[in-house]
């Protein structure tokens, strides 16, 4: 609790205005957002006093429902109604039906893009994701008494790779949330446990959620969560554990081919199922299709055999992790484990075996993700200036790029620290060569057809010149969301190609601003006032933080620089509050911000080099 | 160098991991963009470009064969992503043996009782090269004599060989654990 307001000398004295912003957890199964209110990070409930809201969407014939009420029509409505769909994110209709077997979906794709046919139309997994955020970005709005959030930490599974990042953070644009950014879940969990319980050392977070699996390992260091390495799979969750389950019953029932509806009606059995062996022994389940009703009697020992391979699998990312990080089992401290699928006794046992120490089950493993989120941005809003808490994550997915020959040459390799740029020269192989194709992709294996494949593009205008005369520097950007993005250029003549990394099969710019409009309109929002408002909201804050900066640090500047700074800003306010056209507002923020350029860059020089003179506040 | 400086250490080839580690985290304390995130977008784009820069400094300070390719290239050595082959028959010729003998490791596979003794001795015949060619590094890159340089960068050309050969080993390693 602050109980007085301290002000260093030059600057301001004004009280801290504080700046709504939440944490999301967009789980496979359940959904949940937290935010900090007077210092304390606490998960938002909807009416009925339920932090949990099922991720599941179901479309009527105009409208769509979401959560509980959705959810409970899965059985009676399977083609409408969309459970799971964070597993589809990113991924082609092949990749679904290969690694989902039967599902009681529609799929379709459409250039590339993936759809569920639902009565409403098509819809993709990006759409419904984001109909789950804007019910998210609803609750948190009411609880705040309808203030809009300033922004949100969305968490992401470790393990996701570029075009899932990417689905995600369109999902938000289209629920018209700002991303502040992608945390990783592991990290979050981390956050929220490292904070609460003041552990300094090695974890390790076992992360076993709905449909994915994550293993990270981290230091924890006087606020500092450095992921050291992570592994995972991102399609490895309760969900597989259910469909074992399914699997069983098919073979005890005598059933092969399942309609949609008795096929969700199993799903949700084997779910339940499954959660009721976590307390009992043994439990009869009553299948009732086709007019019959089939008892069929699962005990934990069977269900532990069953779940056996898919718990070893876990294991083995466990200990690449551990080899990545450089760290001995007997190094790690404690093992929290987070997701609700760690509740199964088998999970829970074999990870204490294998880490050789009882895992850590007393925090509430359904909770704990948001809550790191929400203590993230509460930071990153700037609602907690004095806070030196610091997280430094990695890349999950080795980067590169398609060489001769079908191999891939890896450019970024996996847990590098993030952000990271790296440039690798290529060359011509043939005389007069004018273009190069590029291809992006992501994975651990050498051939291009194991791989996952980011992006193509070209880089064209090369002039002719001998083979392997051609210098051409290819340079990959991961910022810190994680999210990918690359340039090329031939180094005698500056011909330059680049590309944000889109997934081919994701949603363009195009498509996700179409789809924004399109739901707009739906709601009677006007498209042009909402974008007129971003933009004046841009605009103050970036007038804010430069305040804010040149309140400390105007000695960086001489007279007649700081004058020409001073100009811009007083153009940008005048233009926020007249202009009608949030282009003419984004113009005056954009020479706003390069006549900012030198004073941001001596910023942060001075800010280094007292880093570096060890000049911290608590030595003064 | 540049990448010394930013950490302000001395310019040596033998470094204090340890302060390196600390030095880390003071420059990612005052660079990281969730430090400047309510700053205007150049800050933002600045922090991330700072971090990157110090995040590669990093990991070439603290690699031992990469932090010798930059001390070299700085000194105008360049031997990244050269082609040049290495004019050492012995050598090379060792390298072949090694090569064998872990096709042997790989072929006889999990099945075998005794992949792990082999792997050991594999392992320590690796860090008897290693030690071999390291040791002189820093006697020789901290000299002022260019032939000097260019024995370091003959060094380097060996122990590129001697790391591939352990990135081969962690390869087959994964493949037979993963089984």
């Known amino acids: 609790m602050a109980l007085l307001q301290i002000a260093e000398p030059g600057q301001s004295t004004a009280p801290h205005e504080h700046k709504l912003a939440v944490g999301i957890d967009l789980g496979t199964t359940n959904s949940l957002v937290a935010t900090v209110q007077s210092g304390e990070a606490k998960t938002l409930t909807d009416e009925q006093g339920n932090a949990m809201l099922p991720s599941v969407v179901r479309y009527l014939e105009q409208d769509h429902v979401v959560g509980q009420e959705a959810a409970a029509h899965a059985a009676d409505d399977p083609h409408n109604t969309l459970i799971s769909v964070k597993r589809f994110l990113g991924k082609t209709q092949a990749e679904i039906e290969a690694s989902y077997g039967q599902l009681p979906y529609e799929f379709s794709e459409d250039n590339g893009s993936l759809h569920i046919r639902t009565r409403q139309g098509d819809i993709s997994p990006v759409q419904a994701s984001g109909d789950i955020l804007n019910a998210l970005r609803e609750r948190a709005e009411q609880s705040f008494g309808g203030d809009t959030i300033t922004g949100a930490v969305i968490t992401v599974p470790a393990y ?52 994915t699996f994550d293993i990270s390992i981290l230091r924890l260091n006087k606020g500092v969560f450095e992921v050291l390495a992570t592994g995972g799979d991102s399609a490895l969750g309760g969900d597989d554990f259910d469909a074992l389950l399914v699997e069983y019953f098919k073979q005890q029932t005598g059933t092969h ?23 009992y022994a043994k439990v009869n389940v009553g299948l009732e299709f086709d007019g019959q009703t089939h008892m069929v009697e699962v005990t934990r020992e069977l269900f532990a055999e069953l779940a056996m391979p898919l718990v070893k699998k876990t294991l083995r990312s466990c200990r690449r992790a551990l080899k990545d990080a450089g760290i001995n089992t007997d190094e790690v401290l404690e093992v929290v484990m987070v997701g609700g699928s760690t509740r199964m006794p088998i999970v829970r046992e ?23 989120a929400a203590i993230q941005a509460d930071i990153l809003v700037g609602n ?43 060359t011509t192989f043939k005389d007069g060569q004018t273009a190069m194709a590029l291809h992006v992709l992501q994975g651990e294996r050498e051939l291009v057809d194991d791989c996952r494949s980011l992006a193509k593009f070209s880089l064209k205008g ?64 006007d498209m042009q006032a909402r974008m007129l408002k971003e933009q004046q909201v841009e605009a103050l804050r ?39 056209d949030p282009q003419k507002i984004k113009d005056a923020i954009e020479k706003v911000d390069a006549a900012s350029s030198e004073f941001a860059a001596r910023r942060m020089d001075a800010s280094i080099k007292k880093a570096l003179t060890g000049q911290s506040v608590d030595e003064v | 160098m540049r990448y010394f400086e930013l950490f302000s250490i001395p310019v040596n080839y033998d470094v204090d991991l340890q302060e390196i580690g600390v030095r880390y985290l003071e420059l990612q304390r005052a660079a990281h963009p969730d430090r400047h995130s309510g700053g205007s977008e150049r800050e ?38 050269e082609q040049q ?41 690796i860090k008897e090269l290693d030690g071999e060619y390291s040791n002189e590094l820093q006697g020789l890159l901290a000299s002022s004599d260019e032939n000097d340089w260019q024995k370091a960068a003959d060094n380097v050309r060996k122990l590129k060989f001697v790391y591939k050969l352990k990135d081969e080993l962690e390869r087959i390693e994964d493949e037979l654990f993963d089984e």
């Open chain 1, 160 to 211: 996701f790779d570029d075009a899932q990042r990417h689905s995600t953070k369109d999902a938000a644009q289209l629920a018209g949330i700002k991303v502040l950014r992608l945390l990783n879940e592991p990290t979050a969990a981390a956050v929220a446990y490292g904070l609460d319980s003041g552990q300094e050392g090695v974890i390790a977070v076992y992360d076993l959620g709905g449909g």
């Open chain 1, 257 to 279: 081919s399942l309609s949609a509806n008795t096929l969700r009606l199993f799903i949700n059995k084997a779910k339940a199922c499954k959660e009721a062996l976590t307390n």
């Open chain 1, 350 to 372: 074999q990870v204490g075996e294998f880490f050789a120490k009882e895992p850590l089950t007393s925090i509430d493993p359904d909770r704990v993700v948001a809550i790191g």
């Open chain 1, 384 to 426: 907690k200036p004095e806070a030196d808490m610091l997280l430094l994550d990695v890349l999950p997915l080795s980067l590169g790029l398609e060489t001769m020959g079908g191999l891939v040459e890896k450019i970024i390799p996996r847990n590098t620290t993030i952000p990271v740029a790296r440039a690798q020269e290529f």
């Open chain 1, 462 to 525: 090369i002039p002719p010149m001998a083979a392997g005369a051609a210098h051409i520097r290819v340079t990959f950007n991961v910022d810190a969301d994680g999210l990918l993005s690359v340039t090329a250029m031939e180094k005698s003549t500056g011909v330059q190609a680049e590309i944000q990394v889109k997934p081919s099969f994701g949603l363009s710019d195009d498509q996700v601003a179409e789809m924004l409009k399109s739901s707009m309109s739906n709601a009677k929002e």
């Open chain 1, 542 to 580: 970036v007038h804010e933080a430069l305040e804010a900066s040149l309140a400390t640090d105007s000695h960086l500047l001489d007279e007649q620089e700081l004058a020409t700074l001073r100009d811009a800003m007083a153009q940008m306010q005048a233009m926020s509050a007249s202009a009608t």
């Open chain 2, 44 to 81: 933002k784009l600045l922090a991330v470009q700072k971090t990157a820069e110090i995040n590669d400094a990093l990991q070439t300070l603290k690699h031992p064969l990469k932090r010798a390719e930059y001390m070299l290239a700085e000194l105008g050595v360049e031997i990244r992503g």
């Open chain 2, 85 to 125: 082959t290495l004019q050492d028959p012995m050598f090379l010729m060792q390298q072949m043996e090694l090569r064998e003998e872990l096709e042997d490791i790989r072929a006889c596979g999990s099945a075998s009782g005794d992949v792990d003794s082999a792997i050991a001795r594999f392992e320590r015949h």
